[in-house]
């Protein structure tokens, strides 16, 4: 059953949350795109699915309960996708796991060093080969990957989360390579700088009150970026010429230091 009778073209945010997800959904469908969220919570779905109808009218995105450390869970969130919605024509892999306080090498589980590495590598690759024949046979799409300083460099406490991030930045490289000839534009974004989200913003907030940073509460954007901000360089990079594609950008927020430590 379709529940893209308009035909929309579709954007697929794997890894939508309260933050950058969200934030570029609400983007691509403000722009008359129908939104794809995938993520393994199922109530958080359900309130951005509910505030996005608010916003923007009712079936503007459906949900779709994934489990990004399984492949067969990927798979089957896009064949159903596909079957709902139609063709995937942006996929934006926005998952991320990540410690707040970081462990050292030594105690780091294997679990947990599996298990991240699934989500923010394994669940890109699976993600992006469901998409791209469905983009390949309509000779354009756009594939977007959210990357992190992490990404660039490995800093002490990181040991479950920068290779993984490492790994994606190549991924982005290789897709590009492979078939940005064949009309697929393949951007990873490296978020040099805190989210002010819920949780690393909200640490950060709670942290300049302790100390009586009233320079950072009141001037939180120069400090930390805005995910309806970064959400627009989603947008931009979806848009842009061929003429003039970009493969890899940074952001930060004006006063984070580059390749920030965060």
């Not at 969220?37 to 009712?58: C, F, N, Y």
């Not at 990927?74 to 064949?79: E, G, I, R, Y």
């Not at 998952?95 to 890109?124: H, M, P, Q, W, Y």
């Not at 939180?220 to 003429?243: E, K, M």
Request: proline share 4%; glycine share 10%; with cysteine.
């Amino acid at each position: 059953m379709s529940h893209n009778t308009s035909k929309k073209p579709v954007v697929a945010v794997v890894g939508a949350g309260p933050g950058i997800g969200e934030a570029v959904a609400r983007r691509f469908v403000a722009e008359g795109f129908i939104a794809a969220l995938l993520a393994r919570t199922e109530d958080k779905l359900q309130t951005m699915v509910s505030d996005i109808a608010k916003d923007h009218g009712p079936n503007t995105s459906r949900y779709y309960i994934t489990d990004l450390r399984v492949e067969q869970s990927v798979l089957d969130s896009f064949a159903k996708i596909r079957s709902e919605l139609g063709p995937v024509e942006v996929l934006v892999y926005n998952a991320g796991a990540r410690r707040v306080n970081g462990r050292s090498v030594l105690d780091t589980t294997t679990e947990e060093f599996e298990n991240f590495t699934k989500i923010n590598l394994f669940g890109a690759f699976w993600s992006t080969k469901c998409v791209l024949p469905d983009m390949l046979a309509a000779g354009k799409g756009t594939v977007i990957y959210t990357g992190a300083t992490g990404g660039l460099r490995g800093n002490p406490g990181l040991s479950s989360f920068s290779p993984g991030k490492f790994g994606l930045r190549s991924l982005s490289q290789v897709v590009a390579r492979e078939y940005q000839e064949r009309g697929i534009h393949v951007s990873h974004i490296i978020v040099d700088t805190p989210v002010d989200g819920k949780l690393i913003g909200g640490v950060n907030r709670r942290k300049w009150a302790r100390e009586g940073d009233t320079e950072k509460l009141d001037d939180v954007d120069a400090h930390l970026s805005r995910p309806a901000d970064l959400a627009h360089i989603y947008w931009f990079l979806h848009t842009q010429p061929r003429s003039a594609w970009t493969q890899e950008l940074d952001v930060r927020a004006q006063k984070v230091s580059l390749f920030s430590k965060m």
